[in-house]
């Protein structure tokens, strides 16, 4: 199973980005899909998450700006990411709880898409 996360670049404040992350592989489905981030020195913070039934949890820094989305189909999610800010500027990673057998679940990361939000 892997997950690759793209769509990361640099942009100006107040601008936008959307990132994706697809899972490939053998497994039976997925559980919740997220975004975490991370910058130098600090530990990965959970961005948002999307439970299989849609259901989403954000951040209290990213409420109101960002917004999660998955398509069940095609083991995809994404990230809008709007009015994005200099303290935006982090590592950003996918995070899957893939069903690996019909008990057994695993938890995967892809790799890191770097975004900065210039001032």
């Known amino acids: 199973v892997q997950l690759q996360a793209s769509g990361g670049g640099l942009v100006q404040a107040g601008g936008s980005l959307r990132l994706s992350c697809a899972a490939s592989?053998?497994?039976?489905?997925?559980?919740?899909m997220g975004w975490y981030r991370q910058t130098p020195g600090n530990e990965r913070e959970l961005v948002a998450v999307?439970?299989?039934?849609?259901?989403?949890r954000y951040a209290d820094s990213v409420k109101g700006r960002f917004t999660i989305s998955r398509d069940n189909a095609k083991n995809q999610v994404y990230l809008q990411m709007n009015s994005l800010k200099p303290e935006d500027t982090a590592d950003y990673y996918c995070?899957?709880?893939?069903?690996?057998?019909?008990?057994?679940?695993?938890?995967?990361w892809g790799q890191g898409t770097q975004v900065t939000v210039s001032s």
């Open positions: 592989g053998t497994f039976l489905g997925i559980n919740d």
């Open positions: 995070n899957a709880e893939i069903k690996v057998g019909i008990v057994t679940t695993d938890n995967y």
């Open positions: 999307v439970t299989s039934d849609g259901f989403t």
